[in-house]
């Protein structure tokens, strides 16, 4: 079975969107890309960097022309930051170009997974736990509306297995 549109994963930071999308990749016989990653690649270093070194808005303008880049008609497997859909219009976006699933999960599951990969996310490490909780309820519910618009929505806190295998099905139907 192989999709006729490109599949983009999108949900918050922890949500399992690289995980999941490189096996979904995997099992669909497809490329997969990361937005987070390519950025990187294109600007020469990390996130991180990018922000310190530059700002939050020219970051997001590097996720916009990221995505003005992605061609539509090749059929792949893309993982997106956490942010992308939900500035300019980058949700309608997505949603002309492919099919967009997002995986949501609880804010604990997100807490606890956040929480463990802290080194990876510097710009969150230096929040304490409780200013980490409120970060995600906050930014969750102003982003809901977008994530929301999503072709398929899935509970992500299961098994990256157990997720692909719902998704093979949902993209089966
Ligand atoms: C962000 C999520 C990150 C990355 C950036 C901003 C966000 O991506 O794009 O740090 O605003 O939610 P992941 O969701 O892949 O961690």
């Excluded at 804010?107 to 929480?115: C, D, K, S």
């Excluded at 304490?128 to 982003?143: V, W």
């Excluded at 809901?144 to 998704?167: D, T, W």
């Amino acid at each position: 079975m192989r999709p006729q549109k490109v599949i983009f994963l999108i949900g918050f930071m922890g949500a399992g969107k690289s995980s999941v999308g490189k096996l979904l990749s995997v099992l669909l016989g497809l490329d997969f890309i990361d937005s987070d990653s390519s950025i990187e690649k294109n600007e020469g270093m990390s996130i991180d960097s990018i922000v310190k070194n530059h700002s939050w808005d020219y970051f997001r303008e590097r996720e916009a022309e990221w995505l003005a880049n992605v061609d539509p008609n090749k059929m792949i497997v893309c993982a997106t930051g956490g942010g992308l859909p939900c500035f300019q219009d980058n949700m309608e976006k997505l949603l002309q170009m492919g099919t967009v699933i997002y995986l949501e999960c609880s804010n604990e599951v997100l807490f606890e997974r956040i929480t463990t990969q802290k080194t990876h996310r510097p710009l969150l490490s230096a929040l304490s736990g409780d200013e980490l909780m409120n970060f995600i309820t906050t930014t969750i519910t102003d982003r809901a509306s977008y994530y929301k618009r999503a072709n398929i929505i899935i509970n992500g806190n299961g098994s990256v297995e157990g997720i692909g295998k719902q998704l093979m099905l949902w993209l089966s139907k």
